[in-house]
Structures are given as structure tokens and as C-alpha cells.
């Protein structure tokens, strides 16, 4: 069975201007690893990390090339290995299912594909909701897990969470998750986004245009803060004016694409306080596809309390222009491409 998918060889001068539609054959060794399905990729959502984790000096080593680019996908199981033994907490995998995930490593095959082989461990049974209709499917990979895995660690009910970047993709969905967890949440947004942050549940909103963080919260300190813009090689060097004494600053938007952003990381990561490093506790998520994160996702999902918000969808053979549309910083929510119809529900 032959599919599409596109590919780059190339990041010079980016990855987006090397962007092809080629064609591949699925009898080959990825499609016959252990433990792995093939999936039908239905629809694939797009993230800021699918170019800028190639273009990055160092990661791009470890990307084997021709590489697809994107990590998220919806799609249905159409075969699984006879080697497969289902561990005794697994979910029960058949053909046919619909499930959503996203690919664990750089050096996986990308979602930009129509046939996909996946490890049974980075997917997880699509929550069938009103709210989660397929198309938006994919929507709930990196996105919604990097938004899980940078709050639930640190959440407390009736604490506070700044959330930089309310309506982009990560953010959107990180308001939702907050709240859902008992957290008082203050994003920063623009005019623009701020009825589409109040609609997702936002407590309070800060207009960056206007005002600075350190302005907006000088009387006062929040317990998290949640960067997921990654722009500002200062703001952790600040949080000590607006972030508790024991609050933590969780970063999700890495800052790789120039030495500065690249010294600010490994100053907030290593610098110890002795030497003037900055007194407030500071992570970066590496996003890790868990079957019970993603379990979590869904339960939230299924009760109403989580929704893919999307800002646009293009088809398969837009690829090009609908990651020029997210490099623009335009997208309120998700970036989505359709590549297949589900056939039932």
C-alpha cells in the first residue's frame, strides 16, 4: 500500500522552503517493529517545535533525513502486528479504532503522512464527545499534553497560574486545564484574544500591548507561571517581582533559535543563586507522550471540561502555506491539515 507524505532533505535556508509531496512505500522495516500499529492519519495538527526543532544547530543532527516534519495526528488503526502482546493495563487496541497521539522523538517519522506507524504507547483511544469531533482530533497531542504536563505537577486548588500566550495553541489549552483544576488563571493576550480567553474560563486578563507583567501584577504574586510564548529572554530574571517564594516558572516555548535565547536557558537552568542566579524555580518541559496523561486529556475531554480550539484547517496539499499561517502568529488555537475522512464514527 503506498502512501504520501512530505517530506524536507534540507534546512537550508529553512525547513519550510525544502517542504515536498512525495510518495513512499509502507513494506518496510518501520511498519514492523515491535509493539508499533499502522494508523490512517486523518488529520495532523501543526506546532511552532515541527520546524524549529530541525533548524536548531544541535537538534537537527539527530534528525534523519528525508524527515517529516509535525508530531500530532488523529487517525484509525487499519492493521496490528500478530506480535503484539497487550500488556495487562492496556487498552484493548482493534482495527478500525480511532485514536489520537503524537510521535515520542524527533527521530520518529512525522504525522505529515498518510499512513503512520506508531508505538501503541503514544496513542490513546479518541474520546467520542460532541465537544472532540475527529477533525480536531489531533489537536489533543503536544499542545494539550505540554499545557497537562507543565500545570498538573504544580496545580493547587485556589492557587494562581500566569499563563503568557492565553490564545495560541498550548495556551488555550492550558486556561481550560487550570481551571478545570481548581486554579484562578491570568493570562496575557491581545485585544484580539481576550474574548476567546474569557470564553475558555480565563479569570483575569493582562493586554501586553498595554502593560508589562511586572506592572500588571506589582501588588501582588502568582504561584506558576507558565511561559508558552518564549520570547522574552528576561522574564524568568524578573519573576521574583511576581512570582511566590516558592512558586515555580515553567517554560514550554524553548528559546533555540539564537544564542540568546539559548544563554538565557542555561542561565536560568544552572546558575546557582550564590552567583546571583535568579531565586525562583525554573523548568523546561520536554514534552513525553504517557498513556495516562493522555488518559487524563481524554477524561477531561469527555466530561466538557477540555476542547480543541481551531483557528483554521488546510488540506494535505497546503502544508506550505498552512505553516506559513502559523509562523505568521496569527492562529488563535490550532493549526490543522485534513488528510482523510473518517469512514464512521
Not at 30 to 36: A, C, G, L, M
Not at 313 to 318: A, L, P, Y
Request: glycine share 8%; hydrophobic share 40%; net charge neutral.
Amino acid at each position: 500500500m503506498a502512501g504520501k507524505a512530505w517530506t524536507y532533505s534540507s534546512i537550508k535556508p529553512s525547513v519550510l522552503s525544502n517542504l515536498e509531496l512525495t510518495s513512499y512505500d509502507d513494506q518496510d522495516d518501520s511498519f514492523t517493529k515491535p509493539e508499533h500499529v499502522l494508523v490512517k492519519v486523518l488529520n495532523a495538527s501543526l506546532n511552532p517545535g515541527d520546524l524549529k526543532f530541525p533548524e536548531t544547530p544541535i537538534l537537527t543532527h539527530f534528525i534523519r533525513k528525508p524527515a517529516t516534519p509535525s508530531f500530532d495526528f488523529c487517525g484509525s488503526i487499519v492493521s496490528i502486528p500478530t506480535s503484539y502482546t497487550k500488556s495487562p493495563d492496556a487498552w484493548n487496541l482493534h482495527v478500525g479504532q480511532l485514536v489520537f497521539g503524537m510521535q515520542r522523538a524527533i527521530r520518529s517519522p512525522g504525522s505529515l503522512k498518510t499512513l503512520l506507524s506508531v508505538h501503541v504507547d503514544t496513542i490513546y483511544p479518541l474520546p467520542l464527545v460532541e465537544n472532540i469531533p475527529v477533525e480536531h482530533g489531533s489537536g489533543l497531542g503536544v499542545a494539550a499534553l505540554t499545557a497537562y504536563q507543565a500545570i498538573k505537577p504544580y496545580a493547587q486548588a485556589g492557587s494562581s497560574v500566569l499563563i503568557t500566550g492565553g490564545s495560541g495553541g498550548v495556551g488555550t489549552f492550558a486556561i481550560q486545564i487550570a481551571k478545570a483544576l481548581d486554579m484562578h488563571v491570568i493570562v496575557t493576550c491581545s485585544a484580539k484574544g481576550a474574548k476567546l480567553c474569557q470564553d475558555l474560563g480565563a479569570d483575569e486578563l493582562i493586554d501586553y500591548t498595554k502593560t508589562t507583567i511586572s506592572e500588571a501584577l506589582s501588588e501582588r504574586k502568582v504561584d506558576l507561571l507558565v511561559d508558552c510564548v518564549g520570547n522574552d529572554c528576561t522574564l524568568h530574571q524578573q519573576s521574583e517581582q511576581f512570582l511566590s517564594k516558592d512558586g515555580h516558572f515553567v517554560l514550554v516555548a524553548i528559546m533555540a533559535e539564537n544564542l540568546t535565547g539559548i544563554l538565557s536557558m542555561l542561565d536560568s537552568a544552572f546558575r546557582p543563586t550564590w552567583l546571583g542566579g535568579v531565586r525562583r524555580k525554573w523548568k523546561l518541559i520536554f514534552t513525553t507522550s504517557a498513556t495516562t496523561d493522555f488518559a487524563n486529556i481524554a477524561d477531561l475531554a469527555t466530561a466538557g471540561k477540555l476542547r480543541v480550539v481551531v483557528d483554521k484547517v488546510f488540506d494535505f496539499g497546503d502544508v506550505p502555506a498552512a505553516y506559513k499561517y502559523l509562523k505568521s502568529g496569527r492562529a488563535k488555537g490550532k493549526v490543522l491539515v485534513h488528510i482523510a475522512y473518517a469512514e464512521s464514527r
